[in-house]
């Protein structure tokens, strides 16, 4: 295997600190960080909200070589003495001729004390110091370059590109950022850049949970579990059975469907209206996929689900409606609604900067939550004249008003921003993940390590729809989800298909 050295963008780090373990590869590549990029990670780690929680995991996680030497593990033998982790004695060969590519006076070399290797390039007089990244049981070295003086003109924007450009051209190494225009700017450098293409998933559209069968009127559901195509699937698959039946001499279908799920290895026959009648949603669900999804998300076995679909498919009111049922039948004690509130790179886009309190802020990113929550509200008063008393006041679907905040209150809503989910643990509550396609694998980690006893929670996003500024609907959390309940039996999903818009809005959507 060929050693590669990668210099770190701070898009690969905030993306996940894991790619650092992933990128080593156990010794195999070295990784390298400038001094442009711990100056945007420390710029960051300030702020209030999953991208700064991100950033300071980065920095506790790094440790001179001094420090490293102080950092322990616990020993596996029964005594159970703990071991020193001690950093490499001297650098890998293949990390030793740094200054030297640069134009320097010659490769890095340890100092006296054979704990790290510094070393200040002639060239630009840059500085080179060896850290460590320890995280688990990961002890793994990067190498710092410090430019005290670039010899850039003046620009009034993407001058940190520029920098970042400069060092990665200067040293040899490939950048690694998923920051398509970095890429983009390095490349008609001939500079050679990579995106992490971890977790990416080449054709979302193909994922589907859905499977199809054959069975006559006169077997039992035995017979389908025998069925080697039924074994081979795995638990949470949607399924359509087609009832056959026949005469003397074929053999034909009769028109009857029946749906249901494979749980704990069996068919289990999911009779969606009978649910649905039982249940009495404020709003009966349109089509099959809602029925589905809202029969899912009641079963008492489903503790996690993955639902994505374009807009106007019914992910959030039917995810809605499934928490109320949930709460009526006490099953739950509340419902969490959370969405990512950092959808652009710009600090306009952070909750700081809007105005009002905690709960104002919030308020721009719940859009969602509120049309379906007035949805419903609209048809409870077109019902009786008691529900518009009691649910009084003007609806508008982007304003909180006084009859939404009754309806939060009485059925026990909250609203939670990601950044404050962190050190709680959400027990007894239906929570509502919305809009993951914009979260990183880190972000549903975070989340997802929440999630105490008595709840469950659903992931709902449409993997085409990225604001993100380093995912793509190539990579993203909708589409780690999906793919992991392709082959997880822990986690449910399912892909809406269908789409309840308006003309104008479906025409604009198919617009190219």
């Given at each position: 295997?060929?050693?590669?050295?990668?210099?770190?963008?701070?898009?690969?780090?905030?993306?996940?600190?894991q790619n650092?373990?992933?990128?080593?590869?156990?010794?195999?590549?070295?990784?390298f960080?400038?001094?442009?990029?711990?100056?945007?990670?420390?710029?960051?780690?300030?702020?209030?909200?999953?991208?700064?929680?991100?950033?300071?995991?980065?920095?506790?996680?790094?440790?001179?070589?001094?420090?490293?030497?102080?950092?322990?593990?616990?020993?596996?033998?029964?005594?159970?003495?703990?071991?020193?982790?001690?950093?490499?004695?001297?650098?890998?060969?293949?990390k030793d001729?740094?200054?030297?590519?640069?134009?320097?006076?010659?490769g890095?070399?340890?100092?006296?004390?054979?704990?790290?290797a510094?070393?200040?390039?002639?060239?630009?007089?840059?500085?080179?110091?060896?850290?460590?990244?320890?995280?688990?049981?990961?002890?793994?070295?990067?190498?710092?370059?410090?430019?005290?003086?670039?010899?850039?003109?003046?620009?009034?924007?993407?001058?940190?590109?520029?920098?970042?450009?400069?060092?990665?051209k200067?040293?040899?190494?490939?950048?690694?950022?998923?920051?398509?225009?970095?890429?983009?700017?390095a490349?008609?450098?001939?500079?050679?850049?990579?995106?992490?293409f971890?977790?990416?998933?080449?054709?979302?559209?193909?994922?589907?949970?859905?499977?199809?069968?054959?069975?006559?009127?006169?077997?039992?559901?035995?017979?389908?579990?025998?069925?080697?195509?039924?074994?081979?699937?795995?638990?949470?698959?949607?399924l359509?059975?087609?009832?056959?039946?026949n005469?003397?001499?074929?053999?034909?279908?009769?028109?009857?469907?029946?749906?249901?799920?494979?749980?704990?290895?069996?068919?289990e026959?999911?009779?969606?209206?009978?649910?649905?009648?039982?249940?009495?949603?404020?709003?009966?669900?349109?089509?099959?996929?809602?029925?589905?999804?809202?029969?899912?998300?009641?079963?008492?076995?489903?503790?996690?689900?993955?639902?994505?679909?374009?807009?106007?498919?019914g992910?959030?009111?039917?995810?809605?409606?499934?928490?109320?049922?949930?709460?009526?039948?006490?099953?739950?004690?509340?419902?969490?609604?959370?969405?990512?509130?950092?959808?652009?790179?710009?600090?306009?886009?952070?909750?700081?900067?809007?105005?009002?309190?905690?709960?104002?802020?919030?308020?721009?990113?719940?859009?969602?939550?509120?049309?379906?929550?007035?949805?419903?509200?609209?048809?409870?008063?077109?019902?009786?004249?008691?529900?518009?008393?009691?649910?009084?006041?003007?609806?508008?679907?982007?304003?909180?008003?006084?009859?939404?905040?009754?309806?939060?209150?009485?059925?026990?809503?909250?609203?939670?921003?990601?950044?404050?989910a962190?050190?709680?643990?959400?027990?007894?509550?239906?929570?509502?993940?919305?809009?993951?396609?914009?979260?990183?694998?880190?972000?549903?980690?975070?989340?997802?390590?929440?999630?105490?006893?008595g709840?469950?929670?659903?992931?709902?996003?449409?993997?085409?729809?990225?604001?993100?500024?380093?995912?793509?609907?190539?990579?993203?959390?909708?589409l780690?989800?999906?793919?992991?309940?392709?082959?997880?039996?822990?986690?449910?999903?399912?892909?809406?298909?269908?789409?309840?818009?308006?003309?104008?809005?479906?025409?604009?959507?198919?617009?190219?």
């Open positions: 295997m060929s050693t590669k050295s990668y210099l770190l963008d701070t898009s690969v780090i905030l993306d996940d600190i650092i373990v992933y990128l080593y590869q156990d010794g195999a590549n070295a990784l960080l400038s001094d442009t990029i711990i100056d945007e990670l420390d710029k960051k780690k300030e702020l209030m909200n999953e991208m700064g929680y991100f950033v300071r995991e980065f920095f506790r996680n790094l440790y001179t070589p001094e420090e490293s030497s102080l950092v322990y593990r616990k020993d596996a033998s029964p005594s159970g003495v703990n071991e020193v982790l001690t950093p490499n004695d001297t650098l890998d060969s293949k001729n740094v200054c030297a590519r640069s134009g320097g006076s010659g890095l070399a340890p100092t006296a004390d054979n704990k790290f510094q070393q200040t390039c002639s060239k630009n007089n840059d500085y080179i110091r060896q850290i460590y990244f320890i995280h688990n049981a990961h002890h793994i070295p990067i190498t710092l370059i410090y430019r005290p003086h670039y010899e850039i003109p003046h620009q009034d924007h993407s001058l940190n590109d520029t920098k970042i450009i400069t060092i990665a200067d040293y040899n190494l490939t950048l690694l950022t998923n920051d398509i225009s970095l890429k983009i700017r490349l008609t450098q001939n500079l050679n850049a990579q995106s992490l971890r977790d990416r998933v080449e054709n979302p559209e193909k994922i589907d949970f859905w499977q199809s069968f054959e069975i006559h009127k006169d077997e039992n559901l035995s017979s389908l579990e025998a069925n080697e195509r039924f074994g081979k699937l795995k638990n949470w698959s949607l359509e059975l087609i009832e056959l039946d005469t003397d001499s074929s053999m034909y279908r009769t028109g009857k469907k029946s749906f249901g799920f494979k749980i704990d290895g069996k068919c026959i999911a009779n969606l209206d009978e649910i649905i009648s039982e249940n009495k949603p404020y709003i009966t669900p349109a089509n099959l996929e809602q029925k589905m999804l809202y029969a899912m998300l009641l079963h008492p076995k489903n503790l996690i689900s993955i639902v994505t679909g374009a807009t106007g498919s992910k959030t009111l039917i995810a809605l409606q499934a928490g109320l049922s949930l709460l009526k039948n006490g099953d739950v004690e509340g419902i969490i609604y959370l969405r990512n509130t950092v959808t652009a790179t710009d600090k306009e886009a952070e909750l700081g900067f809007r105005k009002g309190d905690e709960s104002q802020k919030l308020s721009y990113f719940m859009y969602p939550l509120y049309s379906a929550i007035n949805c419903m509200i609209d048809k409870l008063q077109q019902g009786s004249l008691a529900k518009r008393i009691e649910y009084r006041g003007e609806v508008k679907s982007i304003e909180k008003m006084e009859a939404t905040e009754y309806f939060l209150q009485k059925h026990k809503i909250e609203v939670l921003d990601i950044a404050h962190r050190g709680i643990t959400i027990a007894n509550k239906f929570i509502i993940f919305d809009e993951v396609q914009n979260a990183s694998n880190a972000t549903i980690k975070l989340i997802g390590t929440r999630v105490g006893e709840s469950r929670i659903v992931f709902l996003g449409d993997w085409a729809q990225i604001d993100h500024p380093y995912l793509s609907k190539f990579r993203n959390g909708a780690s989800l999906l793919q992991k309940a392709t082959s997880d039996d822990m986690i449910a999903a399912m892909q809406l298909r269908q789409t309840i818009r308006s003309d104008i809005a479906r025409w604009f959507g198919d617009f190219e």
